[in-house]
């Protein structure tokens, strides 16, 4: 199992890239010093094998049509795009009453303090 650490604002952040099926479907975040696990399903497998030609998708007049690489290559957020859940969370808006006196409420005190800043 191979494990990459970023930091991010400060903080260590680890996460499994590669490994058996349960490190896949379970990912190790260390958040300002404490590990938490957070379970992820599982990946769907791409519909190519590696090493696939991927015919017709180049666009440039003189480029080569793309090799498909191992799931393991790609980056994670590719396949949220798969998750109709994760897409749909991203595309709706609150809608809520509540939602729109906050947002309006917000925008009048920004308008109020830059007044107050301008003389």
Same mark, same amino acid.
């Given at each position: 199992m191979m494990e990459d650490v970023n930091v991010c604002n400060g903080r260590h952040v680890s996460f499994v890239?590669?490994?058996d099926a349960k490190a896949k479907s379970m990912v190790r975040k260390k958040v300002m010093g404490k590990e938490r696990k957070t379970i992820t399903?599982?990946?769907?497998?791409?519909? +190519?094998?590696?090493? +696939?030609?991927?015919?017709?998708?180049?666009?440039? #007049? $003189?480029?080569? $049509?793309?090799?498909?690489l191992e799931d393991s290559?790609?980056?994670m957020w590719l396949w949220d795009l798969l998750d109709e859940k994760k897409q749909k969370q991203k595309t709706t808006k609150p809608v809520n009453r509540q939602f729109h006196r906050k947002k309006n409420r917000d925008a009048i005190k920004l308008s109020n303090f830059m007044? $107050? #800043?301008k003389t």
């Open positions: 890239s590669e490994g399903p599982p990946r769907k497998p791409s519909s +190519v094998a590696a090493g +696939v030609e991927l015919k017709g998708i180049n666009f440039l #007049k $003189d480029g080569k $049509d793309p090799v498909a290559e790609y980056p007044k $107050d #800043k």
